[in-house]
């Protein structure tokens, strides 16, 4: 009687947890559980500096880290109301798709087989990149020609890997890959000779030739041919609108206030006759799920899309004038709806 | 299925079913098991509806597609080809580590076993210190450690640079050594390669009617049958045969370096990833190998070793004859899982970029492939590789056994 008194506990006490637990709630409810919970999870780089990197300190700097505050000041009014979660190439869509990840913000190119096959919607695009190559400058390489069945260090579960074997096949350039899961194992197999060049977006390329340089290292020379398109911006899941427009909505003021003029040095007390400033300092309650003031903590707390620029990407080497990053009206590709 | 107890006043009387021990036996089975089911149900619902709210899909029709990515040092993989062919080309490589990894390990590790157990006091104290070295370090920190120190920060030039050894007075060389990769002397199939590997059969049958032959001879005249001599003396000599009749079969083919400098031509190619894989599991676990060998060693009765001396064998033969057999059947069981072990660990491949099957596989789900789909395939290829390897073992295994009454 004991024994079956105990099995009939050890069921109940399952079947409870197992009705705790439950299923995943169907979607569509992201902003209030972040803004209940009051921190935002965001996936980030850990190794790129520039982007998405952590001193030794553990402090996170860097364009997309910028940007996750920039999601937290407009979701929370709290920019460092962040929790980062660093993540390599092949996880980070997998962290994101499971929900250990509220958005991914970590140099992620938009492509249509990560909208579709992975179950994630990309938001606005907030750095145009494209990929390159990276030699020695001692190589004497200086053209993709020259790098006939040389070794060329990629990073694996990326579209830099993709684009290389299309491109180079499609100009009949043989090639030996060698995949790498991150940059800790790349950079020495490079520094080392043990490939002769390393392919990745010219934005981290950038960074780890500083980065190299700086450090002693052998000068490096980017090549000049860009061969794809890499549009990077956040990321969230599909099913859920409402958590997208509010992510959206949020990094997009930064080139709204950019296009107004407005920075943090002046955005407490800006006054203007425009109904269109008033309207996004405030005025305005289009009911995305964010506070009336959400413009005003981002730029405030953040600052606007130039003054990330200008923080992260110029120490790097890559200037904003006539790049694709400058505002619409400087002949860039930034150009964002108009709040109203 | 009645019980009857017998109550404080002595009368009989049945049992009810609430209480009756065969009933409740079977009714907490049932329940045992509808709970496991409805457990795995759940957990592979929960699976399904958070894949489909994602637009993930389901099946396997992902294997049929263009892979799309370049296999590293791998020239004849055509991107274009599907993912399941890209899987195969991983099982291939991780067939070809856990292989050559097993036969290091098992030489390595019978020889330091013994090894530690010698009484030159300089090879036992050896054999200790590599021992307790390699068993303390995690197979991933070997994996690294050698392709690091070897390859990366190693004492060999990049590919263009390479050191080529050859023999005096030849212009081919026989051993290319760089930091990526080795090359040496291959054999490319003449035209009459099929005849001679049909000439190889016969010799096979040859040398079993030979031994067969031998071991009459010893039953009727109780000579040494040496058989082991006889059947390889008439393969070789069946084998020789044929391969001088038929002519073109095998050539030579020396490595060379290419016009670029930067590919091998010819000859056959070891990556720096496979060497840096199957040298750290090989060395990694013959240190277990030794401890298992060593310990099966001392399993074995000291009568044993003393009558063998009694008897004037040979150190040598004292194992051979003696020792190693006893030993063999205590140690075949752990030794089959530390090899079942090395093929597992041939997955921390990735750290150097060889292209084995889980790193081929990660890098598919990192390019858009479902993941959960990808993960059962690889441990059902895992699966099969234990499977096999523990079951070809295992019969080895029962042929030791000691057959009682």
Redesign the interface.
């Known amino acids: 009687?004991m024994r079956?008194k105990r099995?009939a506990v050890l069921?109940l006490g399952?079947a409870l947890v197992?009705a705790a637990c439950g299923?995943?709630d169907?979607?569509g409810n992201l902003l209030a559980e972040v803004q209940d919970r009051g921190t935002l999870r965001c996936g980030v780089n850990d190794v790129v500096p520039g982007f998405g990197f952590v001193d030794a300190a553990g402090a996170y700097s860097g364009f997309d880290v910028d940007f996750c505050r920039v999601v937290a000041a407009g979701v929370l009014g709290n920019a460092n109301a962040v929790e980062f979660v660093p993540l390599n190439?092949?996880e980070r869509?997998?962290a994101l798709?499971s929900g250990e990840i509220d958005v991914l913000i970590r140099n992620t190119t938009w492509?249509a087989?990560?909208d579709?096959?992975?179950?994630?919607t990309f938001l606005f695009t907030t750095f145009y990149d494209g990929q390159g190559f990276m030699v020695p400058a001692a190589s004497g390489i200086t053209s993709l020609e020259d790098l006939?069945?040389?070794?060329i260090c990629v990073l694996?579960?990326?579209t830099t890997?993709?684009n290389?074997?299309?491109v180079l096949?499609a100009r009949g350039i043989?090639?030996?890959?060698?995949?790498?899961?991150d940059n800790t194992?790349l950079r020495?197999?490079y520094e080392?000779?043990?490939c002769?060049a390393w392919t990745s977006d010219a934005s981290q390329l950038a960074a780890v030739k500083s980065a190299i340089e700086s450090e002693g290292g052998e000068a490096q020379t980017i090549l000049p041919d860009i061969i794809s398109k890499e549009p990077l911006g956040p990321v969230v899941?599909?099913?859920d609108t409402a958590w997208a427009q509010a992510v959206e909505w949020s990094v997009m003021a930064t080139v709204q206030a950019w296009e107004f003029g407005i920075d943090s040095t002046n955005v407490a007390g800006f006054a203007s006759d425009d109904a269109n400033v008033a309207n996004f300092l405030g005025a305005l309650e289009p009911s995305l799920g964010l506070p009336a003031d959400f413009a005003v903590q981002i730029i405030s707390q953040v600052g606007n899309y130039e003054e990330i620029y200008i923080r992260n990407v110029i120490p790097i080497g890559l200037p904003l004038e006539g790049s694709p990053n400058d505002l619409w009206t400087n002949g860039g590709l930034m150009y964002v709806p108009p709040y109203r | 299925m009645t019980q009857t107890t017998i109550d404080s006043s002595g009368r009989q009387s049945r049992v009810v079913w609430y209480?009756n021990i065969r009933v409740?036996r079977v009714v907490?089975q049932a329940?045992a098991v509808v709970?496991v089911v409805a457990?795995l149900w759940?957990l592979f619902?929960?699976l399904v509806?958070?894949?489909d709210?994602?637009?993930?899909?389901t099946d396997f029709g992902f294997l049929g597609r263009p892979t799309?990515?370049?296999v590293?040092?791998d020239?004849g993989f055509n991107?274009r080809s599907s993912v399941w062919s890209m899987m195969l080309v991983g099982v291939k490589n991780t067939l070809l580590a856990g292989f050559f990894g097993i036969i290091l390990a098992s030489i390595l590790g019978l020889l330091v076993g013994i090894g530690r157990l010698s009484s030159n006091w300089l090879v036992a104290r050896l054999a200790t210190l590599y021992v307790e070295t390699l068993r303390n370090i995690p197979p991933l920190v070997v994996i690294v450690f050698v392709g690091?120190a070897v390859?990366?920060?190693g004492p060999f030039p990049?590919l263009s640079e390479a050191d080529q050894f050859s023999l005096f007075g030849s212009d081919h060389s026989f051993l290319i050594l760089s930091?990526?990769i080795w090359a040496v002397p291959s054999l490319i199939a003449g035209e009459n390669a099929g005849l001679f590997w049909l000439a190889a059969l016969a010799g096979l049958g040859a040398a079993a009617a030979v031994a067969w032959w031998r071991t009459r001879v010893r039953e009727r005249t109780g000579k040494p049958h040496h058989r082991v001599l006889f059947g390889l003396g008439a393969f070789l000599a069946v084998a020789a045969t044929g391969y001088l009749i038929a002519g073109d079969v095998y050539a030579l083919s020396w490595p060379e370096l290419?016009e670029?400098g930067?590919?091998i031509t010819g000859g056959f190619e070891l990556n720096?990833g496979f060497i840096s894989v199957t040298v750290a599991l090989g060395l990694y676990t013959a240190s277990h190998i030794a401890e298992i060998v060593r310990g099966s060693i001392l399993a074995v009765p000291k009568g044993q070793s003393e009558a063998a001396n009694a008897l004037a064998l040979s150190s040598f033969q004292r194992y051979r004859y003696v020792v190693l057999p006893q030993a063999f059947r205590v140690a075949v069981p752990p030794i089959i899982s530390q090899y079942l072990n090395l093929v597992k660990n041939t997955s921390l491949g990735?750290?150097?970029?060889y292209?084995e099957i889980t790193?081929l596989t990660?890098?598919s789900?990192?390019?858009?492939?479902?993941?959960p789909q990808s993960i059962i395939l690889l441990m059902g290829v895992y699966l099969a590789l234990s499977l096999t390897i523990s079951s070809l073992l295992n019969v080895y295994n029962r042929r030791l056994q000691l057959v009682e009454r």
């Open positions: 009687m079956v099995f069921v399952l197992a299923d995943d169907g979607g190439a092949t869509l997998t798709q492509t087989t990560r579709g096959q992975d179950g994630s006939a069945d040389a070794d694996t579960a990326t890997e993709l290389l074997t299309a096949n043989p090639f030996n890959p060698q995949g790498y899961a194992q020495p197999a080392q000779g043990q002769q899941r599909d099913g | 209480r409740l907490g329940i709970g457990l759940w619902n929960n509806t958070n894949l709210r994602l637009n993930i899909n799309q990515f370049q590293p040092y020239e991107p690091f390859f990366t920060f990049i930091n990526t290419s670029t930067r590919r720096f990735i750290a150097v970029s292209a790193m990660q890098t789900i990192g390019n858009g492939r479902p993941a």
